[in-house]
């Protein structure tokens, strides 16, 4: 039997998954999702016949009706060997599963393993450049998971032709882990499915907002900040919900807040923009909540204000050395305390002149 502290069990835990209780596992999502799978199984099983159906489509139908049979007598979910509870986001991947992390055998093991390898490289490959250049606009952004996947999400679309707007995407799944990842691969699809379609941004993130309500389970959201540039210094955001926007100016910082609910909240939401310009030195900083919510040593929270402050002493910095010295900031003021929460932020700047090249 594997030790509670085996590899699986660390790279799993590694997005430091919240504790809950069973009613919120099994009501009513996976009941239906495992009823809906005995009717398919049945159906097969029933068109199979009058040639006998194969062993496996026989062993997988006995599981599911294994499985709905403990959510009766109210085990299910709960670990046969240690009697603690089976982890949610691995409940809501594989309804099936019966074992807590600390009691796979070896082969679980290692399978898990692989898959949380693979997940976290399929991840990285749905990132965009790290410095984009794009006209006048210069976008940076360093993302950093807590564990091996994450659920934070950005995303940056180049229009097809140099008179069109740039498209960023900023935002935080809800949870943590691989049922986040997957959600965030998610978003990732869908935008830029819709991104081409020609809708006005509060059109896009409605749109966007009404497609997620449909294809996710109760309970599961993203906050969000949607936006465009242009090519004179014009900026649009929306935002579902996220942190407020910071926009960097010579005279200040300023805040663009949000616009409307996250997504997946109500699938008739509505959003409105936010239009800005820019001045050519100017930036806008957008960040998830490992960054304002990162703690020090005695429990204390970075902040936006310090996020602000730091920002706004280095407006006409590019974003490459804007960036750096706002997460040398954070990293100093949590230094020797875990990092709990994926940390993502991004800064998209408007250069004082289009010939400069990423690499000055």
């Known amino acids: ?102 009691h796979l055998t070896s082969g679980e093991q290692r399978a898990l393993e692989r898959d949380m390898e693979l997940a976290a490289k399929i991840q990285r490959g749905l990132l965009p450049e790290t410095n984009l250049r794009f006209n006048d606009w210069r976008v940076h952004y360093q993302y950093k998971p807590a564990g091996l996947v994450s659920g934070d999400y950005c995303d940056l679309i180049s229009p097809t032709n140099v008179d069109g707007k740039l498209v960023f995407l900023f935002g935080d799944v809800a949870g943590k882990g691989v049922a986040a990842a997957l959600l ?48 004179t210094g014009e900026v649009e955001i929306a935002s579902a919900g996220h942190f407020p926007a910071l926009i960097v100016g010579k005279d200040g910082v300023r805040k663009i807040g949000s616009t409307g609910v996250p997504l997946g909240m109500f699938a008739k939401s509505r959003y409105t923009i936010e239009r800005v310009l820019l001045e050519p030195g100017d930036s806008v900083v957008l960040y998830t909540d490992g960054i304002s919510e990162a703690a020090n040593t005695k429990g204390e929270e970075y902040g936006v204000a310090r996020i602000m402050r730091v920002a706004g002493e280095r407006h006409g910095w590019v974003p490459q050395e804007l960036l750096a010295a706002c997460l040398k900031d954070v990293n100093s003021f949590s230094s020797g305390a875990r990092q709990a929460d994926d940390q993502t932020m991004m800064v998209i700047h408007r250069t004082d002149s289009a010939g400069i090249s990423l690499d000055d």
Request: aromatic content about 4%; some cysteine.
């Open 184 to 231: 965030m691969s998610h978003l990732h699809a869908m935008f830029r499915s819709l991104s081409g379609v020609g809708l006005e941004l509060d059109g896009l993130l409605e749109r966007a907002n009404h497609v997620f309500c449909e294809s996710t389970i109760a309970g599961q959201y993203a906050t969000l900040i949607c936006g465009r540039a242009g090519g």
């Open 1 to 102: 039997m594997p030790e509670p502290d085996s590899t699986a069990a660390r790279l799993a835990r590694s997005s430091n998954l919240e504790s809950i209780t069973m009613p919120e596992v099994t009501d009513p999502y996976l009941r239906e999702q495992l009823e809906k799978r005995r009717a398919e199984l049945n159906s097969a099983v029933s068109a199979a016949m009058p040639e006998a159906p194969g062993a496996p489509l026989l062993e997988i139908l006995g599981e599911v009706n294994s499985a709905l049979q403990r959510m009766d007598d109210g085990t299910y979910g709960i670990c046969p060997t240690c009697n603690d509870t089976v982890e949610k986001e691995r409940l809501l991947a594989d309804p099936l599963v019966r074992f807590c992390l600390d």
